[in-house]
Structures are given as structure tokens and as C-alpha cells.
């Protein structure tokens, strides 16, 4: 886009708003904030990435604790098998 272009596009939203153009392009320097918003977006993936590491976790240990169960319950099924067997 050029310059021109630019200028045409900022004088019509100022119309369309019923702005002046240095108001409108007061408003946009007050609304902008790049920076800022760069910043939350870190700090949410951050944030996300915790509940991440913490739900791959949960997800270990709850592995882990269905395995060591079907191990029990595999051992009480032997178990129930030998004394079948003997009776």
C-alpha cells in the first residue's frame, strides 16, 4: 500500500467514525498496544505450557497406578486359579 493509498484509507475511517483524521489518529496511538500484548501472550503460553507439563503428569502417574493395579489383580487371578485347581 502506498502512501497515498494509506492516507485516502485513514481520511474515508475518519469520515465513516465522523472523526477528524488528527483525532483518529489520536485515538490509534492511544488504543496501540503492541508491546503489551506481546507480553500477555507469553505469559499465557507460559501458563499454558505449565498446565501442559502438569497434565502430562497427572497422566504418568496415573498410569502408573492402573498398571501397578492390573499387576494386583493379575496376581489375586493367579492366585484364585492355584487354589481352583487344588480343590
Do not use: W
Not at 481520511?11 to 483518529?24: F, G, I, N, Q
Request: one cysteine or more; aromatic letters at 2%; glycine letters at 4%.
Amino acid at each position: 500500500m502506498n502512501v497515498t493509498h494509506e492516507k485516502l484509507v485513514i481520511s474515508a475511517k475518519a469520515r465513516r467514525l465522523r472523526l477528524d483524521v488528527p483525532d483518529l489518529m489520536c485515538k490509534g496511538a492511544l488504543a496501540y498496544e503492541g508491546g503489551q500484548m506481546d507480553e500477555a501472550l507469553g505469559e499465557l503460553a507460559s501458563l499454558a505450557r505449565q498446565a501442559a507439563e502438569r497434565a502430562c503428569a497427572a497422566i504418568d502417574e496415573t498410569l502408573d497406578f492402573v498398571a501397578a493395579s492390573n499387576a494386583r489383580l493379575a496376581a489375586l487371578e493367579a492366585q484364585r486359579q492355584i487354589s481352583a485347581a487344588r480343590s
